[in-house]
């Protein structure tokens, strides 16, 4: 016994208390999908998986629902989330997205409205012209595809885009469903820029080639200083993040 009053439990030590609630331990055999209302649904021991809100984790397409079902399939003895990239988008689709299509959708068309490839480096000169080789034939396809002209300017002053342009882009981005919305706000928020997420959904840009574009001047600052460690790590979370999304999207249209 302790003598404070809370029987076999141990006191708390400041500074040492759980950071997190523990990984919840894996409850289930088999995983398998199965054909539901609205797509495929994942299983676990016959039981549909649910999201937090209670609703049935369904996805629109068998390979999106295999690639899912692996996720949970691979989980050892507790289920990490952070392993689980694309459950993590069908969910927040499910749950969030869904209800809110218009909201998410006008976060898309206002990053536009000061999309990264508008701003350009005053100086140096050699920044500014790996700048323009990049994101110049981008910005081609935008008004050559999406019908969208959009106006660049040097340092950070801010820069008005037109109304049309705006609209363009959300005429673009007007058929992406829950599910494709959620990637493609992924990918904008992730490279900063609504024209580089979806050239890349369009086929337009490789994965690679949409990421490498977005850090222009990052990897500009790299080669001139070396990597910080921080950074390359933070960098390297969000490039998983951004497959997942990109993974997510080609899954979606694999059906």
């Not at 049935?56 to 989330?81: C, F, G, H």
């Amino acid at each position: 016994m302790t003598g404070n009053g809370e029987g076999d439990k141990p006191a708390k030590v400041p500074g040492k208390e759980r950071l997190s609630a523990p990984l919840p331990k894996r409850f289930y055999t088999a995983v398998t999908v199965a054909p539901a209302a609205g797509g495929y649904a994942i299983l676990l021991d016959g039981k549909p998986v649910r999201t937090p809100r209670k609703l049935p984790l369904v996805v629109p397409t068998r390979p999106l629902a295999e690639a899912i079902a692996e996720e949970w399939a691979a989980q050892k003895e507790r289920i990490d989330p952070a392993s689980m990239p694309l459950s993590k988008l069908a969910i927040t689709a499910i749950d969030g997205v869904a209800a809110h299509m218009a909201d998410v959708a006008a976060d898309i068309v206002k990053f536009a409205g000061s999309d990264l490839l508008c701003y350009r480096a005053e100086e140096p000169e050699a920044l500014a012209v790996l700048q323009a080789a990049a994101w110049d034939p981008i910005l081609r396809w935008a008004e050559a595809e999406l019908g969208a002209h959009f106006t660049t300017a040097k340092g950070i002053m801010p820069v008005e885009q037109r109304p049309e342009a705006l609209d363009r882009v959300a005429a673009a981005v007007a058929p992406f469903g829950a599910m494709a919305l959620t990637a493609l706000h992924v990918m904008t928020t992730l490279t900063g820029s609504a024209i580089l997420a979806l050239a890349h959904a369009s086929g337009r840009l490789s994965l690679e080639e949409a990421w490498t574009a977005a850090h222009v001047d990052e990897d500009w600052q790299v080669s001139r200083w070396g990597i910080d460690v921080e950074a390359a790590a933070r960098r390297a979370r969000r490039w998983a993040e951004m497959q997942a999304a990109s993974r997510f999207l080609k899954l979606l249209r694999a059906g």
